[in-house]
Structures are given as structure tokens and as C-alpha cells.
T-cell receptor, first 115, second 111 residues
């Protein structure tokens, strides 16, 4: 199993450009998550999904959109990139609700720089 | 706001030393996670616990639910333990199911 994969690894965007961060997991997990990690700060939840066709906002959803058309894929869309979105983005997945003491599996991260 | 606080922020120690990293949180939780972020950026889950103590190799994690506090201990530390250690919780209440993270403890073990 590849686990959780993310593409691209690194990207530079100009202000106002759009892009999609890809995330795929091959563990047949129901739950998927997008986090961002800013320097010196803890990771923050952007969006999460509890299954195909179902998504919900996390702590910092503004400026982002997500979709979940399949169990495996959970892309994150930035429509109008802003410098405040410069960050490292992590995708993660788990089989069940984390409150049921499930372990979360993380992708390798995507480093995004908006100039 | 639900907070997760870690201490210390940075820790440098000599190989072989016993390491303790602390985590405190503000409200009731379902579970507490300890994660390790490698220098290359990858994140792996070390422990998940809701009570008591867990041990894996040289790593030991404890939690005191009444005091809302957890510790991660590393015995016989080694340079390969150098990483950022992150505490995270899932809260008991409703709302988003994701983790709430501390800012991490940057650990350096010198040979």
C-alpha cells in the first residue's frame, strides 16, 4: 500500500492564481482531512470528509473548497491564491471517527508559496 | 477556545539522556495523540491514548485525565530521535472530527 499520497510536493503560485492540491489514499478509509501548517504554529483543520459525497468545514476553511467524489480522492482547491495561503498542506485519513480512538495517517505534505 | 499547550518549545539534550515533553489541554477529550514530524516533514502517529500509559520501545506516553495533562518520555535518547513531537487531541463535544494540535516541541539529541 502506498498509504496517503499528495501531489505536487512543492508549488509557487502568483496572487490570484488557482490550483488543486491532490490527495489519494489506498487504505479504503472513510474519513479524510486537510490541514495546513504555518511556521511556529500547530496544524489547523481546513476541511474534512466522512465519506464520498460528504464534506464539512474545519477551523480555517475560508479561501478553500473541497470535493469527495470517490472514497480514494479528496482534492483541495484554492480559487484565488493569497499570500496568507503560503503554508505546508497535509492530507490525512482514518478508517473511523477519531473519537473512536482511530489512528490518523498523514501524507508527505505539499509546500505552497504564494507570491 | 480549546487549546493544546506543549512544553518545552525547544529542547536540546545529549545522547543517552531521559527526555520528557509535556502537553496540557483545556476541556474534556476523547483521545490524545502523540505524533512525530521528521526533519523532512513527514508526520507519523506514535501513540493514541485515552487513559493510563502506553509503551513502545524507548517511548512511553502517559495521560492524567483529571489534570488534563499528558507526557511523552524517551529513554536512552539517540540522535535519530531528533524531530518535532506534536501533541493533538480529539474533543468529546460535537463539531469537526479532526485533531486539534499543539505547536510542537523541537527536540535535538546531540551525539
Amino acid at each position: 500500500n502506498a498509504g496517503v499520497t499528495q501531489t505536487p510536493k512543492f508549488r509557487i503560485l502568483k496572487i490570484g492564481q488557482s490550483m488543486t492540491l491532490q490527495c489519494t489514499q489506498d487504505m479504503n478509509h472513510n474519513y479524510m482531512y486537510w490541514y495546513r501548517q504555518d511556521p511556529g504554529m500547530g496544524l489547523k483543520l481546513i476541511y474534512y470528509s466522512v465519506g464520498a459525497g460528504i464534506t464539512d468545514k474545519g477551523e480555517v476553511p475560508n479561501g478553500y473548497n473541497v470535493s469527495r467524489s470517490t472514497t480514494e480522492d479528496f482534492p483541495l482547491r484554492l480559487e484565488l491564491a493569497a499570500p496568507s495561503q503560503t503554508s505546508v498542506y497535509f492530507c490525512a485519513s482514518s478508517y473511523e471517527f477519531l473519537r473512536n480512538w482511530e489512528t490518523q495517517y498523514f501524507g508527505p505534505g505539499t509546500r505552497l508559496l504564494v507570491l | 477556545k480549546n487549546e493544546v499547550e506543549q512544553s518545552p518549545q525547544n529542547l536540546t539534550a545529549q545522547e543517552g539522556e531521559f527526555i520528557t515533553i509535556n502537553c496540557s489541554y483545556s476541556v474534556g477529550i476523547s483521545a490524545l495523540h502523540w505524533l512525530q514530524q521528521h526533519p523532512g516533514g513527514g508526520i507519523v502517529s506514535l501513540f493514541m491514548l485515552s487513559s493510563g500509559k502506553k509503551k513502545h520501545g524507548r517511548l512511553i506516553a502517559t495521560i492524567n485525565i483529571q489534570e488534563k495533562h499528558s507526557s511523552l518520555h524517551i529513554t536512552a535518547s539517540h540522535p535519530r530521535d531528533s524531530a518535532v513531537y506534536i501533541c493533538a487531541v480529539t474533543y468529546s463535544g460535537g463539531g469537526a472530527d479532526g485533531l486539534t494540535f499543539g505547536k510542537g516541541t523541537h527536540l535535538i539529541i546531540q551525539p
